[in-house]
């Protein structure tokens, strides 16, 4: 079964310091999602990439937080001078998109803790 | 704008059926969608609805729109120990192609 991948599935880090994550989203899948979700709450949606263009940014937190998706492929989160506020669990989620429905599967995300 | 409402919890009796309540705001809404989150996982498709259907039935799981209260249901039928987790409801434009706006969720109790 090649579903969605999320490395590394926890990461500890000092306030301060920059962190990235990946994802591999499911293969033939062409649109990768962001989504953040912090304790007792729903996912809330970051940002999203069809093939290697990033077709919605606005949603993300703040100019700290990045993602790329340079080859279509695999994606990265990077969030730089973390803040204890950014502790959560980070999900990535993939469809294929056409021209009708195209439900998101996702990863089994990655929690950061900001000490 | 975009919301969506669930109670936080729900207690049932292994066996018995489960009914999770979810309403959304967006009348322009096309697909909505059941999640399920167990401890330290991700989110699991467990089923979904275009807009112009009243109501899917798959196995165990019967989901039901309202559209004109914009009220959507899941049922789980004959609830066991493993269906114990976080259901979360969300609803989507243009299918979900810009991102979904999820429920806080609700937590399914199973009382033996």
């Known amino acids: 079964d090649t579903g969605v991948s999320q490395n590394p599935r926890h990461k500890i880090t000092k306030r301060g310091q920059n962190v990235t994550f990946r994802c591999d989203p499911i293969?033939?899948?062409?649109?990768l999602y962001w989504y953040r979700q912090t304790l007792g709450q729903g996912p809330e949606f970051l940002t999203y990439f069809q093939n290697e263009a990033q077709l919605e940014k606005s949603r993300l937190l703040s100019d700290r937080f990045s993602a790329e998706r340079p080859k279509g492929s695999f994606s990265t989160l990077e969030i730089q001078r973390t803040e204890q506020g950014d502790s959560a669990m980070y999900l990535c989620?993939?469809?294929?998109?056409?021209?009708?429905?195209?439900?998101?599967?996702f990863g089994n995300g990655t929690r950061l803790t900001v000490t | 704008g975009e919301d969506v409402e669930q109670s936080l919890f729900l207690s049932v009796r292994e066996g018995d059926s489960s009914v999770i309540n979810c309403t959304y705001t967006?009348?322009?809404?096309?697909?909505l969608y059941w999640y399920k989150q167990e401890p330290g996982a991700g989110l699991q498709l467990l089923t979904y609805?275009?807009?112009?259907?009243d109501m899917k039935q798959d196995q165990r799981l019967t989901v039901l729109l309202n559209k004109k209260d914009k009220h959507l249901s899941l049922r789980i039928a004959d609830t066991q120990t493993g269906d114990s987790a976080i259901y979360f409801c969300?609803?989507?434009?243009?299918?979900?192609?810009?991102?979904?706006?999820f429920g806080k969720g609700t937590h399914l109790i199973i009382q033996p």
């Open positions: 967006d009348s322009s809404s096309t697909y």
């Open positions: 969300a609803e989507s434009i243009r299918g979900g192609a810009d991102g979904l706006t």
């Open positions: 989620a993939s469809s294929l998109y056409r021209q009708s429905n195209s439900p998101l599967h």
């Open positions: 609805i275009f807009s112009n259907m």
């Open positions: 293969s033939e899948h062409n649109r």
